[in-house]
């Protein structure tokens, strides 16, 4: 098929219509992570490549939310330390990267959203397996048909962008992490929601 426009914009349809048919399942994922900050949780956040550069924007959109007024929630992006990653890819390898800063940042009232575009980032899945081990909650944002990383033992919640162009499932990743924050906000804002006797 010749390139348009019109090309450009339906490759994107219908992979924007599954995050909305996925609405049910992302916001048990925000639930669950409202739950956990709720709690005292913070959330790391990890992922190689472009989805590194997405875990630093989602930390910081929690940590410094953008919309006057909101909470701030303690977040931290296991991607922004470049000695800590190194380091521990010469010594034990690159898919230890995040298990490794996991055994050591976090406990088990956290949360760990591992990102990775292709679903097949075996760092990624190690990151999750590592938590899920340790009691945190675990969600994942991949793509494609998740491969390797919705595979992952135990893991919590699963938000697929079904796409096999990786330029789409960045910008459906985009699009999820914001409904993230959000309702993660909206459940903080409405009273007693949060409170152990109504949680699930």
Do not use: N
């Amino acid at each position: 098929m010749p390139w348009s426009a019109q090309t450009v914009f339906d490759r994107r349809a219908e992979p924007a219509l599954g995050l909305v048919d996925q609405a049910a399942a992302v916001a048990a994922a925000c639930h669950d992570m409202a739950e956990r900050f709720h709690r005292g949780g913070k959330l790391a956040v990890f992922g190689t490549g472009g989805s590194g550069t997405d875990a630093q924007h989602i930390a910081v959109e929690f940590v410094h939310p953008v919309i006057v007024g909101k909470r701030a929630l303690p977040a931290v992006s296991l991607t922004a330390d470049m000695a800590t990653l190194t380091g521990v890819a010469e010594r034990d390898g690159l898919a230890e990267v995040f298990a490794y800063q996991l055994r050591l940042l976090s406990g088990p009232q956290d949360i760990a959203l591992g990102i990775s575009a292709d679903g097949g980032g075996l760092d990624v899945r190690r990151g999750l397996e590592t938590a899920h081990e340790l009691g945190l909650l675990t969600v994942a944002l991949t793509g494609g048909d998740g491969t390797a990383v919705a595979a992952t033992p135990g893991l919590d919640h699963l938000l697929v962008a079904r796409s096999a162009d990786p330029r789409v499932v960045k910008e459906v990743h985009v699009t999820t992490y914001h409904i993230l924050w959000e309702l993660v906000h909206v459940f903080f804002e409405q009273p007693g929601l949060l409170d152990p006797e109504v949680t699930r």
